[in-house]
């Protein structure tokens, strides 16, 4: 009699340990607030969309970095804005209520990768039906006219890669005059609605909103993609006009530990699909802390695409999707000898989201809360 009452116990147990894995827990945001602005001379646009973006310092060479300094966070987080008019300025921000080390205490791994996009069999997924294409999460993926994919995190704004941007020396051809696509429902043929969108050239898929500013941070420009400016590939872009769409929420990443099923979930407009929304999902191989190393199959066009995951939210008590990190690129390694290959994205970390959230919101009051 009194072994089903142990079992259901455990069970409970079992379902109870899972739940506390699958939950977003309250994590400590410092406040990244501008501290100055100046003026800058205007942009020039001289540089090259690069959608295979690469770097040789993999998680092994992050880990033998040394850790910056705060005079060095202060530095990284500064951030440039782009105007329409193709002025710039550069904002100096303050930071408070960060505690050293604290950020770095959470992830100790090994991993790497390289300009392969598809690993083994191709394991994307166009998403054609109509009634999966235009519901969320699917509907927050929008196109980047400089070629690659962005995400709806707020009624204006957009999160994508920096370098689909700047390519860390320059603004890329294009940036000055950047839209967002949002794929179409329908198309209108002498005043009647046609539901053929997926018959459709990939130009006239899209509806497009003008983007009214841009900004990025010093970190990426800084580096130039090439060791540390890879943590920074981030940007946001706002648009001149509010989409009317559902947005998805960002939120710090969790330690790879931490991940529901140790996947990560993104969807991107892959090049060798046009006009064509992919989504995928895979498991999360390795991490630093700026990091996420994985092998989700991705073809340049993706770039940009955000990384989201779903988790318990204990206190609305639902089911809830955050976007916890940014596509970037391809990186390989040589690794005592043996060359490993992975897709990297950025991760969202506590400074980051802090500075994100200030960036949509305009006030770091309301980011507190990670």
Known sequence: MMVVPTLVVLFCSIKHVVMLKAE?????????????TVTLENAHFEGKTN?????????????????????????????ET????GSRTLTDVEIR???AGLENKQNQRNGVRRKRHIFGLDGR?????????????????????????????????????????????????GAQKVKVGFLKSKVREKGRAI??????PEKSKFHWIRV???????????????????????????????????????????????????????????????????????????????????????QPGASGSGVYIRMWNRQIRKWERKVVGIFSGHQWVDKNGVQQDYNVAVRITPLK??????WIKGNFVDCRDG
């Not at 977003?24 to 100055?36: C, L």
């Not at 539901?195 to 459709?200: D, M």
């Open 212 to 298: 009214k500013r841009t900004r990025i941070p010093k970190g990426w420009i800084k580096g130039s993609a090439n060791d540390i400016g890879m943590d920074y590939d981030y940007a946001i872009l706002e648009l001149k006009r509010p989409h009317k769409k559902p947005f998805m929420k960002i939120g710090v990443t969790p330690p790879r530990g931490r991940l529901p099923g140790g996947r990560i979930h993104f969807s991107g407009f892959d090049n060798d699909r046009p006009g064509n929304l992919v989504y995928r999902f895979c498991l999360v191989k390795d991490e630093t802390f700026d990091l996420l190393y994985q092998r989700c199959d991705a």
């Open 24 to 36: 977003w827990q309250k994590t400590h945001v410092p406040a990244v607030y501008q501290k100055a």
């Open 125 to 173: 997924f166009s998403i054609l039906a109509k009634n999966f294409l235009f519901n969320y999460p699917f509907s927050t993926s929008v196109k980047i006219s400089t070629g690659c994919t962005g995400t709806l995190v707020s009624e204006k704004h957009v999160l994508t890669a920096a370098h689909c941007i700047h390519d860390g020396k320059s603004y890329v051809k």
């Open 353 to 358: 989201y802090a500075q994100i959230c200030f």
């Open 51 to 79: 959608l295979k973006v690469t770097s040789l310092c993999g998680l092994d060479c992050h880990k033998r970095a040394q850790l910056p300094t705060y005079e060095n966070l202060k530095e990284y987080l500064s951030y």
């Open 97 to 99: 209520g960060f505690i």
């Open 195 to 200: 539901n053929r969108i997926n018959s459709l």
């Open 82 to 85: 782009l105007y329409l008019n």
